[in-house]
């Protein structure tokens, strides 16, 4: 945890692993397995300890609670400036009102005085779009959040859960106006959720934004608490919890179970370390976000970065969780585009080493 790399296109340097804290609080949305401020305060101090610096939240969490507890647990560390504080903003806060929610001006400009409230703090280093709200136009968005910027409310802007057409439009809009640019796109993506890989990947690379993945080990279907019996699944956790919004699993996901499994079981290490492991080392990711119900549960999961995927350990993992992207993408692979470009012939971007990674820490980067 103690190497640090930019996000995006930006000098804002992040941890690998950032915290993922939707489960502070025990009010609304999230509530059903939220944790106390009691409860939070040994993950959040376990992660600090662990030279994590990249901690995220939204106002939506907890009805607010997340925010909040945070506000407390980071003044009481006295850690503000060492943070990198990313917070979030679209659901609606009053759903009497219409423009209580969305990704209009008048919204976003009232939940971010709202979230510096919560969390105590004058500006927010990192602040998302929390999802696509379908009709508040982009630039409208963009001007928005360089205002927030140029007034010093927030340092960063970014986006989460949009259509790629909308995050490239963003930023192109940004690049040739001269406004601030969006640093990060924040998606899920698993080894049971490679939908990204179509088109965020690639423009997260061309356009620099910096890919912060949610939910890695696929909202607990990869962490090895569940298998499969005649009965059908078994373990404990929201998968298996009737008053949990579960999600029904496909033989393509036993699939991936069953390959995590013989890999980490072949690398000595947990499933939900391999998953997130996977997820961090993949093109264009900058950080994955992980939450934990326990500073054991942390402890386990801030150990994925200490050693490598095998390749042949990797091809296994991504032959079984290979996504079907269909039409136009299956046409975007080296092995059609070979055929179509450049039949008998070599044809790359740039040879291996054109541009290798500039590190400037004591010790090599880790995968």
Do not use: C
């Not at 009010?27 to 305060?41: L, P």
């Amino acid at each position: 945890m103690n190497h640090y790399y930019l996000l995006g296109r930006s000098g804002l340097r992040v941890s690998r692993l950032a915290l993922g804290t939707m489960n502070f609080g025990v009010d609304g949305f999230h509530a059903a397995y939220g944790k106390t401020e009691k409860e939070a305060e040994p993950i959040f101090r376990h992660y600090l300890e662990g030279g994590g610096n990249f901690i995220d939240t939204a106002d939506f969490y907890t009805a607010g609670e997340s925010e909040k507890i945070l506000g407390r647990l980071i003044d009481r560390a006295g850690v503000r400036e060492r943070l990198v504080l990313t917070s979030k903003a679209t659901n609606t806060v009053d759903p009497t009102d219409p423009n209580a929610s969305g990704n209009g001006r008048k919204h976003i400009m009232r939940a971010v005085e709202a979230s510096l409230s919560r969390l105590g703090t004058d500006y927010i280093d990192l602040y998302l779009l929390h999802t696509w709200d379908r009709i508040t136009p982009v630039e409208e968005v963009v001007h928005t959040l360089d205002d927030l910027v140029r007034a010093g409310k927030i340092r960063y802007a970014g986006l989460s859960d949009v259509p790629a057409w909308y995050a490239a439009r963003a930023q192109s809009y940004a690049e040739a106006h001269g406004l601030a640019p969006m640093v990060n796109v924040q998606l899920p993506y698993s080894l049971v959720s490679r939908d990204i890989e179509a088109e965020f990947v690639s423009m997260s690379q061309t356009l620099g934004m910096g890919l912060t993945a949610w939910s890695p080990i696929g909202g607990g279907l990869l962490s090895g608490k569940y298998r499969r019996t005649g009965e059908g699944l078994s373990g404990t956790g929201r998968l298996t919890n009737p008053d949990a919004a579960g999600r029904e699993i496909s033989p393509g996901d036993w699939q991936v179970i069953e390959a995590l499994e013989s890999v980490a079981a072949d690398l000595g290490r947990s499933m939900a370390q391999v998953a997130i492991n996977w997820v961090a080392t993949q093109p264009a990711v900058a950080s994955v976000v992980i939450g934990a119900s326990s500073p054991e549960q942390l402890a386990s999961n801030l150990g994925a970065l200490d050693f490598e995927i095998p390749a042949d350990a990797r091809r296994r993992l991504e032959e079984a969780s290979l996504p079907n992207l269909g039409m136009p993408y299956s046409m975007f692979t080296p092995q059609y585009q070979s055929w179509v470009v450049s039949p008998g012939l070599g044809i790359g971007d740039k040879p291996a080493g054109y541009a290798p990674p500039v590190f400037n820490g004591a010790t090599g980067p880790t995968r």
